[in-house]
Structure formats: structure tokens, C-alpha cells
């Protein structure tokens, strides 16, 4: 299995179609056998999908992510786990270890309005709250 996480400085990164770099984790047996960091060179939104999809990513760990790049991910058939703020390496073993806590209703349309008394920050989008509530 191959578990991407959206990255900077070692936290995750909370805006998925900015990302400049992911690390990438290799697991076998419930276990990180390899880890390293790739450059997206520039990709952004819609191209991340199929950035990831070429790193062989099963899954993508991140923070904020807007629902053109959900549909992108799932066409690809990457499972995304969003919503998820802080380590990255400790989201990781969280996951594996079956208890990250991320946002399975994650979506971020920070071109949108949010509202007087809502603000996503720096397109945050984490986990305390939903952006573009529930949006189908």
C-alpha cells in the first residue's frame, strides 16, 4: 500500500490543490517500510489526481480539499481521509493503527462566500467544521 499525505515543514498541508510537496509512505504488513518526499513541480488541483495516481497512491491523507479534487481522487481510485491537521508521520501511524480521526464530509469551496460568522482561515477546512455544508 501506498499512503500519500499532503505536506510542508512535517504537517499536513491544509490546502490540497496548493500542495507543493507529498510524502509518500510505502507500508507492507501494517507497517512504514519507506518514506519520501516528492515535488509536485507545480501541479495543481485537477493535475494532483493523476500526480497521485502515478505514485501508485492508494490513499491520500490531507486537510482541506475541494469536490472537484474528491471526484478526481475517486476516479482515480484513491480513498481520500481528509479534514486531518497536524504530524504527518503521525497521521500515519495513526491510520495504520486504525484511529485517525479525519472528516469522511470534507469539502472546501473556498472560492464560495462563507458567511459572516464562518471563516476557513487560510482554506484550512479541518475537521471542526464543514465547509460548503454537506454541498451534494
Known amino acids: ?10 504537517e499536513i498541508f491544509q490546502h490540497f490543490g496548493h500542495t507543493q510537496q507529498f510524502k509518500v509512505y510505502d507500508v507492507e504488513d501494517g507497517k512504514i517500510t519507506a518514506a519520501e518526499i516528492a515535488d509536485t513541480n507545480g501541479s495543481g488541483h485537477g493535475a494532483l489526481a493523476g500526480f497521485l495516481h502515478a505514485l501508485n497512491a492508494d490513499v491520500l491523507i490531507c486537510g482541506g480539499i475541494g469536490g472537484g ?7 482515480e481510485g484513491i480513498k481520500l481521509y481528509g479534514g486531518v ?16 480521526e479525519f472528516n469522511p464530509d470534507v469539502r472546501c469551496e473556498h472560492h464560495e462566500h462563507h458567511g459572516e460568522d464562518h471563516s476557513c482561515g487560510s482554506h484550512g477546512c479541518g475537521g471542526e467544521h464543514h465547509c460548503g455544508e454537506h454541498q451534494e
Open 85 to 100: 491537521s497536524g504530524n504527518a508521520d503521525a497521521a500515519v501511524n495513526d491510520f495504520l493503527a486504525g484511529k485517525l
Open 69 to 75: 479534487a474528491i471526484a478526481a481522487l475517486g476516479a
Open 1 to 10: 500500500m501506498r499512503i500519500a499525505v499532503t505536506y510542508e515543514n512535517g
